[in-house]
């Protein structure tokens, strides 16, 4: 799913993951001490580990019922998720009908955020009966046997049905593991027929879809039921009694027919007004979702690339400044439900915010930064005013509306009084290139680019060769700090000529010719026969 080295930054979470891990190792009862014991045997010792899991819990039933602690549920897990190695794992695929294995590495930040959400899912598959095998894969100390199983990312999550592997792709809260498993080992929906049975849910699921069907048959329940096996996401349950209903969804209109979808946060209950048909339930789904303001995560954060809500206001700030602007961000939200996605994201966690961030030329800042995005035409734009809530929601009117000006990075501007080869930036772009009378030779350069390097030499050669000529100038831009939306260069170095009467059409130079190459061309283009004394190239 995502490869990543082991950086310094990555320390804390490491040590972190090890002690976790020093709870999650799993008691496992398949290797033998010279690795030549027969299955029934390693079998025989899964049935005793889950035995003694019953026993627990019967013990436990017999007392107070006292919900159990975060140390706990990781303590009981360590029986159910099996600890797959290089001698085990074709047996243990082979002989289970269905076998979830997640892939790790130690000193993966995101193996160790999900590493407790799995350890939950396993507890909570094993009350539910689930015939699912949850197992891990130090991928770090197996390498073969992870690359057979075709993982190569950390985490990777891989579902085996009879041998057979598919990818993992639901959410990666203990939540939605559980209910992507269900629905992928038969459970697509779930039938509630009384008020208790209702009430019990509610105490488990945070978000759910719910179906109301005088009777189970026809075409709008063949419909449901084909969305909530193609959803992988959100738990669909349905019901029969009006009673029943209304303790899932107290808003509920008495009909025949009712689809709403419910979610624990203040906007809780959205009613569906479609037709039944698949596919636009699956879109009301997905456009209605998410929370009024999504806390981005590693582990939510491809969920909220991939939503289909193109409009995306991002807030960067740290986390006392969020606790004072949520409520506020909230009202804004409301106003734009289902057109605009608002998403905070913690300014000091480097990995989520610096990304986006030095797109806009902000990766150092320290203050609170709102920005948006549009997806379908991949342009970005940033709140230049103070970010109060009346700016906020001012701002994300305009890229509703479409009223926004696009946001280009520039550096500061330069002082080239002293410079043979003009310095660009995205601020100075049209005046220094675009707009002036004069031919351009413009290099295009990376700081990170190796090849730059020879470049830029033949360009302070060149300058220095036709110094005298007051209709060309010599530039560059380093691509990576600037932008402007006449510059779409994805190769670097790359050498563009600028002729003065055509600065719409750019013409691309090799950047392999020669020194004299290069002459050759400028002379035939500015009209000028080498008349001013040059030096040698």
Not at 216 to 224: A, D, K, L, N, T
Not at 378 to 406: A, N, R, V
Request: glycine share 4%; proline share 4%; charged share 25%.
């Amino acid at each position: 799913m995502f490869a990543a080295k082991p950086t310094s930054r990555f320390v804390y979470l490491t040590v972190t993951l090890l002690l976790l891990l020093s709870f999650f190792v799993s008691i496992t009862a398949y290797e033998t001490s010279d690795g030549n014991g027969d299955g029934e045997d390693e079998f025989e010792g899964i049935e005793e580990l889950i035995a003694l899991d019953e026993e627990e819990e019967s013990q436990q039933n017999q007392g107070s019922h006292v919900k159990s602690t975060e140390a706990e549920v990781i303590v009981k897990a360590q029986r159910i998720v099996l600890e797959l190695n290089s001698d085990n794992t074709k047996r243990i695929i082979d002989g289970n009908e269905y076998v979830l294995v997640l892939g790790y590495a130690p000193w993966c930040p995101r193996s160790a955020e999900l590493m407790p959400q799995f350890a939950e899912a396993a507890t909570s598959l094993k009350e539910l009966g689930s015939p699912l095998l949850m197992s891990k894969l130090d991928a770090e100390r197996h390498p073969k046997t992870a690359s057979s199983l075709g993982i190569s990312g950390f985490p990777t999550l891989l579902l085996f049905t009879n041998g057979t592997s598919q990818p993992y792709t639901g959410g990666f809260s203990s939540e939605e593991i559980v209910i992507w498993v269900r629905k992928k080992t038969g459970v697509p929906v779930i039938r509630i027929n009384s008020v208790t049975e209702a009430e019990e849910f509610l105490k488990k699921h945070h978000m759910f879809a719910i179906g109301l069907f005088k009777k189970f048959v026809g075409r709008e329940y063949e419909e449901f039921v084909k969305a909530a096996t193609s959803h992988n996401e959100i738990q669909f349950v349905e019901v029969n009694d009006i009673e029943v209903a209304k303790v899932l969804f107290p808003n509920i209109k008495p009909n025949s027919l009712f689809l709403g979808l419910v979610k624990s946060e203040m906007e809780r209950y959205t009613t569906y007004e479609g037709t039944f048909e698949m596919d636009q339930i699956l879109d009301f789904l997905d456009y209605n979702k998410f929370p009024l303001v999504t806390i981005l995560t590693e582990l939510n954060s491809i969920k909220v690339y991939s939503s289909p809500v193109k409009f995306q206001v991002f807030v960067f700030a740290k986390a006392d400044a969020f606790k004072n602007l949520l409520k506020l961000l909230q009202d804004v939200a409301r106003k734009f439900v289902s057109k605009i996605m608002i998403v905070y994201v913690d300014i000091t966690e480097d990995n989520l915010a610096k990304p986006f961030l030095t797109l806009f030329g902000l990766e150092d800042s320290e203050d609170t930064i709102v920005t948006a995005f549009d997806n379908k035409i991949s342009s970005k734009y940033l709140l230049e005013s103070d970010p109060t809530p009346s700016k906020i929601e001012e701002f994300c009117s305009g890229l509703l509306q479409g009223t926004l000006s696009p946001h280009f990075r520039s550096q500061a501007i330069p002082d080239n009084k002293e410079e043979s080869v003009q310095i660009v930036v995205g601020k100075t772009f049209d005046n220094l290139v675009l707009s002036g009378d004069k031919n351009v030779l413009l290099e295009v350069y990376s700081p990170w680019c190796i090849d730059c390097e020879t470049t830029s030499k033949q360009m302070k050669k060149l300058a220095k060769h036709f110094k005298g000529l007051d209709n060309l100038i010599f530039a560059r831009i380093d691509a990576s700090a600037n932008e402007h939306p006449k510059l779409k260069v994805d190769d670097y170095p790359t050498l563009l000529f600028y002729k003065a009467d055509d600065k719409s059409n750019p013409i691309k130079l090799s950047t392999k010719s020669s020194s004299k190459d290069l002459a050759a061309f400028i002379n035939k283009n500015i009209g000028v026969q080498d008349q001013v004394s040059k030096d040698e190239l």
